[in-house]
């Protein structure tokens, strides 16, 4: 893996950390929220319970005590003679008992205990009884009066919380209605909130730790009515979302790191998926690069063989051409015989040019010509170019002045492609200039480079730009009167930056369409420490 994917994955890791942790941090938040919500719900289900379960209660010592009081039998008992038997039967020790009661009383409609039972719990003592008495005065007095309503409530009694239910002992038979006889007594039911029954009740409805609150309860319970309420039923919420939020918490805390961990995996997976994948395509690319290496080299060894076996029969071409040319007279054939067997052999010539050409840029191509360098003098190569370039100079009617450049002056180079470097670009100079313009070959030593340029300036027709920037591909020429004139093979200049690059040297082409040519040609000194200041430049006419 390297350097850079190696980052970009651990920067990738601690990305998956930070989201992991937030994700945790955020469920802990949502949990802890809706926990709260459950937890309110519960308490306010548990309180409908709590107040349930107290008017259920009420209502059930309620319909008690009124169902006893209705009884003539028991008007009978207290307006007539105690009757200690029935008693037995029918009150304390009856129906305490059956009705789960701790105290059951009777009063008198002037306040008088008549009647007192308690099962075996804190007898009642004279405080109790005014208390009792100022209940049951007011409720005899209004059943009197017609209005023959229990009262329940949540009272106080022998130091105790209790439910209370009273109800006026009815006046029922008819005679003792026609006697005017009226409500004259209170029955009274008491049972006490003790921690037995509030045990029961809160495991009746799952409640835990239901009891009697005299400050702040969570349930105020109702007093009978005239006595002030100081009761109230207090327990523990159940919680359930506050214990789902703890046991949650403790989860994600032990899943978090295990989810990171594979999170983390995840993107060295996938790193690794990635770097794999960018191998495969890097060595995919070289394969093809290589192959298509491959391809070129076999087409340029096939064009190199296929020219070499062109070369034997062109030449046998133009021997004799050259040899038709001489004998055409002799035997005695007309005069155009001499020109047809002319054009034969400078076509043929022209075909050879190419087929050399193109031999040279295929071994280039193939790697099968290489630079030979050694220090050359500049002086002596250009002097024996410029011999052959002197004829086509006056050929062309152009002068050709060159500048003296010293014997002395060594270039590391091979020199038959120093040769045919210039002999290629002095004659592209002459064949695109017109007749009677100059072309002028300068010298520039550049110390300071360890260099020096040969300059070739024309003033010919010039490269218009789109040749100019696709000189250095086979086969490109401009199109114009010049080229179509001079029969070019567009490979020369091709195979001249081929071979400057192969010697270290560049060969820079400027060009001004419509008014000249410079090519420079710039090389390596052999030994830049031996140059001699520059002298200025000599120019030698050679023809015009
Ligand atoms: P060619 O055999 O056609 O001369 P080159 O590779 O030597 O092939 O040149 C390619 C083309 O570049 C030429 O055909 C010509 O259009 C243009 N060219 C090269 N040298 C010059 C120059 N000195 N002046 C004008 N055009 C040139």
Redesign the pocket.
Known sequence: MTGKLGHYTAVLALLVVAIVAIAVGLLAYVLDSSANRLDKQQLATQTLIVKSVVRRQLAKLESNVTDYALWDDMYDRFAGKPDPQWDIENLGPFAAPTFQLEHIAVLSADGTLVYDYDRGSAPMDGKDRARLARLTVPLIDRARRGDMRAITGVFEFAGQAHYLAAHPIWVGSEKREAGNERPNFALVYLKALDRAYLAGAAGDFDLRGLHVDRSAPMVMLDAPAGEPAMFGLSWQPSQGGRQFVADSTRLLLAAAPIVALLLIGLAFGWAGIVNQARDSEVRSTEARAKAAEDTSRAKSLFIASMSHEFRTPLNAINGFAECLKGDVLALGMPEKYKEYAADIQASGQHLLRIVNNLLLFSKIEANQHEARLEAVSLGEETTSAMRMLNILAQQRGVRLATAEVPAKLLVLADPQSLAQIIV??VG??L???PRDSEVRIELAVLRELGACDLR?V?Q????PEK?LLQ?GQPF???D?V??RR?Q?????????LKLAAQMGARLL?D?IEGQ??T?TLRLPLADPSAIEPASPERLAVAAA
């Open positions: 290629n670009v592209n100079a064949k695109f200039s070739v024309d010919g027709c010039g490269i040749t000189l490109v020429q401009a114009g010049y080229t001079e070019g093979t567009g490979l020369g200049l091709a195979i001249c082409i060009s000249g040519t090519v």
